[in-house]
Structures are given as structure tokens and as C-alpha cells.
Nanobody, 125 residues
Framework: EVQLVESGGGLAQAGESLTLSCEAS????????IGWFRQAPGKEREGVSY????????YYTDSVKGRFTISSDNAKNTVYLHMNSLKPEDTAVYYC??????????????????WGQGTQVTVSS
């Protein structure tokens, strides 16, 4: 059974940091790209970042470049999203998702195969 379990969300003040974790099981981790997505109230879901586990390629949406870092521990089947200099507009439910060898196109369209349950991130000003 495929499972993606997010953790690490919570409440932060603007300028602070949080790290989200996504622990994966049930599939060959190295063959998959893991993406982070977020959805704020009243807004569409958007891609935040993704990492391709086969070669470590990473990509970020413009609004988080320089502030967020995605990393992967293949030995632990876990992907992390390190979020620094948080802003109130980062407030959203964050989801991790997995897709086999997916590139930017599938990430942009949110066309991922497996999804976690989400974790809430709230940033106060």
C-alpha cells in the first residue's frame, strides 16, 4: 500500500522557519519525483517545489525561491521542505505527492499519482 505521510506543519510568525517532512512507503522511492503542493483557503492548489529522486534535480515556484529548500533522504524514503523567512502568504495546507519520473509539466498540472493527507502551515504577521 502506498502511503505518504506529512508532518512538521504548525504555527509560525513571519520570518521564522519550519521544516515539513514527507515519509513515503509502498513504492520504489528512487524512481519517483516527490512534489510539495499547497492550497490556501479560497485559492487553487499550486506547486511549491519538487525533487526528482533519480538524479536529485529540484525545482521551485518563483514565490519561494531563495526561501525554501527541498531535500531528500533516500535511505529514509523521506523528503523535506525547509521553509525559511516565512510570510503570511505562505499560509496553506501543504501536501506532498509522488509521481514516477515526473517532470515539470506534471508538477505544474498537479498530475501526481499519490498524495498525502496534508499538513497545515499558518504564518502570522
Amino acid at each position: 500500500e502506498v502511503q505518504l505521510v506529512e508532518s512538521g506543519g504548525g504555527l509560525a510568525q513571519a520570518g521564522e522557519s519550519l521544516t515539513l517532512s514527507c515519509e513515503a512507503s509502498g513504492f520504489t522511492f528512487d524512481d519517483y519525483a516527490i512534489g510539495w503542493f499547497r492550497q490556501a483557503p479560497g485559492k487553487e492548489r499550486e506547486g511549491v517545489s519538487y525533487i526528482r529522486n533519480s538524479d536529485g534535480f529540484t525545482y521551485y515556484t518563483d514565490s519561494v525561491k531563495g526561501r525554501f529548500t527541498i531535500s531528500s533522504d533516500n535511505a529514509k524514503n523521506t523528503v523535506y521542505l525547509h521553509m525559511n523567512s516565512l510570510k503570511p502568504e505562505d499560509t496553506a495546507v501543504y501536501y506532498c505527492a509522488a509521481a514516477m519520473n515526473a517532470g515539470r509539466g506534471r508538477w505544474l498540472n498537479g498530475e501526481y499519482d499519490y498524495w498525502g493527507q496534508g499538513t497545515q502551515v499558518t504564518v502570522s504577521s
